[in-house]
């Protein structure tokens, strides 16, 4: 007797084993539901060569395509992801709506006798209660924001927080990008904007409000993605920790944490030939004859003092912020930044 396929609003409960995602990998990439695994039921070949059929042949004969590949793609995955689950395995099973994909994929697994899920209105569903939830869920929240010029070990300060248990958001490590020129994560691309978002939401629904949520001061966009409104403007009122480092050890700490980035010259060499209608011809001179030269630090204190620096204080000035407390850190290291994390975690929070 088969068991009975259940419908269900839900997705992040104990009542599933596991959360699969049957859309194509395509689809997945783009956003998906926390946790959920991808096992297509169609490839992204496959979905557009059953599109194609279906606009220039006809419907009938784009479904009884699509069965041919769903029929054998759920095959695989028995085959091989779902080898090992037992009797008491119970899925959570979604497509783009909760239609035809999901539904195919969930009658066989009620076949099989797994208590079987299926989410009711598909990824759709989901994707509208993250939209819901970014006009609100950070109002609830007591942000602190941690500030510094560049290089001064922010990132560094908010790990080590976290790891004494605080709350803390990692925006660049969610949006993969350091938020600066040369902020690009090496041989790493960025997420798209809307599972930015559903990183950011999963992250702050964990919190408890009743603590404070700390989290680096950023512009509105992070490489090419922006900070949802609602966080941006809780984060543009939030008070302030100011990191205080010198110039030499903020180049000292740019060039060990960029060190990936210092070797694809090439790299370098476009960036700053993108910055020349900024800077001027001498500036551009100046900083590529320092990277030909492989003067790392050289090159590293130049671009804070002409180009990071200014940008920062330019930001200070459009923010009127209450400042909880200024740090001075001698340098970023280890013990330098412990010892900013315990002066941040004895602070009052207003």
């Known amino acids: 007797m088969n068991a009975p396929i259940n419908e269900v609003a839900v997705w992040n409960s104990d009542d599933y084993d596991q959360i699969i995602d049957v859309r194509s990998p395509e689809e997945f990439r783009i956003d998906h539901v926390p946790m959920a695994v991808n096992m ?122 976290e790891e004494t248990g605080a709350q803390v958001v990692d925006l660049e490590g969610l949006a993969k990008h350091r938020g600066s020129l040369l902020g690009a994560f090496p041989d790493q691309s960025q997420p798209s904007q809307k599972y930015f978002e559903s990183q950011l939401v999963e992250k702050l629904s964990e919190f408890n409000s009743k603590h404070p949520v700390f989290i680096e001061a950023e512009s509105s966009r992070i490489g090419e993605l922006l900070i949802p409104n609602n966080i941006w403007k809780r984060m543009s009122l939030a008070p302030l920790v100011m990191i205080n480092v010198p110039l030499d050890a903020r180049s000292d700490y740019l060039v060990s944490s960029y060190k990936n980035l210092i070797f694809l010259t ?85």
């Open 40 to 161: 297509p039921v169609l490839s992204n070949i496959e979905r557009a060569e059953i599109g194609t059929i279906y606009v220039q042949k006809s419907r009938f004969l784009a479904r009884k395509k699509g069965a041919i590949f769903v029929s054998k793609n759920i095959a695989h995955h028995l085959e091989n992801e779902l080898s090992e689950m037992d009797s008491n395995f119970r899925p959570l099973i979604y497509c783009w709506r909760g239609g035809q994909r999901s539904r195919a994929f969930a009658q066989i697994c009620s076949e099989i006798g797994w208590q079987t899920h299926i989410l009711t209105g598909g990824y759709k569903s989901y994707r509208r209660a993250v939209v819901k939830s970014l006009e609100h869920i950070a109002d609830k929240f007591k942000f602190v924001v941690v500030g510094g010029q560049t290089g001064s070990g922010k990132t560094d300060i908010l790990v080590k927080l």
């Open 266 to 350: 090439k790299n370098l060499t476009g960036l700053i030939k993108g910055m020349k209608s900024r800077y001027g011809n001498d500036r551009m001179i100046c900083w590529q004859n320092l990277l030909n030269d492989k003067n790392w630090l050289g090159l590293a204190k130049n671009l804070l003092e002409f180009h990071y620096d200014p940008a920062y204080e330019r930001s200070m000035k459009r923010h009127d912020r209450v400042i909880l407390k200024d740090i001075i850190q001698l340098n970023c290291s280890t013990e330098s930044i412990i010892e900013s994390v315990n002066q941040i975690k004895n602070l009052k929070i207003p």
